[in-house]
């Protein structure tokens, strides 16, 4: 049983403010289903949670909703003067036990603590559980880092007692740990569930998978892996159909081309007897005339018919199309085994505590740099890029490479996404850049949106395909977790590319299955008393 319906849908349709239309006509239905809500990059999911949360209103169409609702962002803007338990959504219950404790509480507030008593208790003890038992409800929003800030803004979702919880995707950012604290939390929720998300491992603990496409709205009665095998099926019976329909395109104008014939064979014929013909002039014109109809109405029904048979193939062609696969060029020369790419020794970074042993970098390894969010990877990364110093020590690269942090500095949100190609690549033409962005699925007028305009997912990929465009093409990719905010189709052509890279890779990554599918060769790994380099 589902129960009843939390949110409903019904034919809504969102446009910008500038007219141009996200998604329109969607009509669903989420109950108390654990539902995944996924789709390509740019389609609309994150509108679409703030839709279903109550956050934006739809041009048409109508959202209606029972019970509480909490919705938690992507990004977390803490607001001015927020503390702990405003971003964990308490802040009321605080505010009211507080006066109560002084012996000046206001009307409603013993009202409001009926059965949250405990509340502040319950939020202490998740942000103990969580590592951040360092916080205070009081604590300002100020003095936390944007990751702290989405960490207590899930554990405050989770405490409300809401009857629907709509998550995007609230793995972005999070460690190892927490990502397996998130997942069975989600696991033990009682109310209903959205999370928007690409995770493969949060979404195979979904009831359902919802997809958002420019097709609409799909629901598929299972969990993530019943879903992968149904998109594969339907990729397979579209590619079938378009097969069948190119077919049944070239046979019937094989028969089209015979009636055709035929047809001007009859008429012909036909002009060759009136020659011959002793009869008198007007009945020999009535006939020509009928022959000339004959043929003209053939001629239009023959016409007709090949039109059909090429939108038969338009149709088929469309839904291929629609799962063309994400493509991301680039490709580095091999390097040889016995060549040094980095090195450092003797380095201390100027965040994170841990020791840091001497380490090289030769031919092209394939190294994970995994660890605890604030051990210090993001700063590792930024030192080998140059756009950090150290504390202390030597640290070099010796060959091309390319850097690409988690906020995307190199990309300006004003500039298109070409445009963000051509500055990297000014020698290559505009219209293998348009390429290179349509098989990223930035097509027509997105590739000239300025970058604020796409999501997170299109800027990622837009600047994931401006770094191998480059002159010399680098031969080491220092990636600062490329797999957030990407869409599954993305993420696995991400995985293609980096997989099949010749040249060295050092990336940082929270996402077990990604960093499994890179085929690594060394991890560095954070423990408490220091770095430790594996050889796989």
């Not at 949360?53 to 803007?77: F, N, T």
Request: glycine share 10%; proline share 4%; hydrophobic share 40%.
């Amino acid at each position: 049983m589902t129960g009843s319906p939390l949110v409903a849908l019904e034919r809504v349709s969102f446009r910008f403010a500038d007219g141009a239309t996200l998604f329109e006509g969607l009509s669903e239905v989420f109950d108390k289903r654990h539902t995944g809500l996924v789709g390509r990059n740019g389609v609309g999911k994150s509108i679409l949670g703030r839709l279903l949360a109550g956050e934006l209103q739809p041009s048409d169409g109508r959202v209606l909703r029972q019970g509480r609702i909490a919705y938690l962002p992507q990004r977390i803007v803490a607001a001015p003067g927020a503390r702990v338990v405003d971003l964990a959504g308490c802040a009321q219950w605080f505010d009211a036990l507080q006066r109560v404790m002084c012996g000046k509480p206001h009307a409603d507030d013993i009202e409001s603590l009926d059965g949250r008593w405990d509340v502040i208790e319950r939020l202490q003890r998740a942000l103990q559980d969580e590592g951040l038992g360092h916080l205070e409800p009081q604590t300002p929003a100020t003095q936390l880092s944007g990751g702290e800030c989405s960490r207590v803004a899930l554990i405050g979702a989770l405490l409300v007692e809401a009857d629907l919880l709509i998550l995007d995707e609230p793995g972005n950012h999070l460690d190892l740990p927490s990502r397996k604290r998130l997942g069975q939390r989600l696991a033990s929720w009682r109310g209903g569930l959205v999370l928007i998300s690409h995770d493969r491992k949060l979404l195979a603990g979904m009831q359902r998978i919802v997809e958002l496409s420019a097709a609409g709205l799909r629901s598929y009665g299972g969990g993530f892996a019943f879903y992968q095998a149904s998109r594969e099926q339907e990729r397979e019976a579209a590619r079938q159909a378009l097969d069948s329909a190119r077919v049944e395109r070239k046979r019937g104008e094989r028969e089209l081309r015979e009636q055709r014939e035929r047809q001007q064979q009859r008429s012909a014929s036909g002009r060759r007897q009136g020659k011959d013909s002793n009869q008198a002039k007007i009945l020999l014109g009535r006939q020509k005339a009928r022959s000339e109809s004959t043929a003209g109405r053939t001629e239009k029904r023959l016409e007709v018919r090949r039109q059909q048979l090429d939108e038969q193939v338009r149709e088929a062609a469309a839904s291929v199309v629609e799962e063309n696969e994400v493509i991301l060029h680039g490709q580095a020369e091999g390097l040889p085994q016995g060549r040094r790419v980095l090195f450092w020794r003797d380095l201390r970074l100027p965040f994170g505590s841990a020791f840091l042993p001497d380490f090289e970098l030769f031919g092209s390894r394939r190294v994970a740099v995994v660890g605890p969010n604030g051990c210090g990877k993001s700063s590792l990364l930024a030192v080998l890029a140059g756009h950090l110093a150290p504390l202390a020590g030597e640290c070099r690269v010796d060959v091309p490479m390319a850097w690409l942090d988690q906020h995307l500095v190199g990309m300006r949100a004003e500039e298109s996404a070409l445009a963000h190609l051509q500055r990297q690549s000014p020698a290559c033409a505009e219209g293998l850049l348009r390429t290179r962005l349509a098989h990223l699925g930035i097509v027509a007028e997105e590739a000239l949106l300025p970058c604020a305009r796409l999501s997170g997912g299109q800027r990622l990929k837009v600047a994931l395909a401006g770094m191998l465009a480059r002159e010399p093409v680098p031969q080491l990719l220092v990636l600062d977790e490329p797999d957030n905010h990407i869409d599954l189709d993305s993420c696995l052509a991400v995985e293609a590319l980096l997989r099949n890279y010749r040249g060295a890779l050092l990336v940082v990554s929270h996402d077990a299955v990604f960093l499994d599918a890179l085929e690594l060769t060394d991890r560095l790994v954070w423990t408490a008393s220091g770095w430790l380099h594996e050889m796989l």
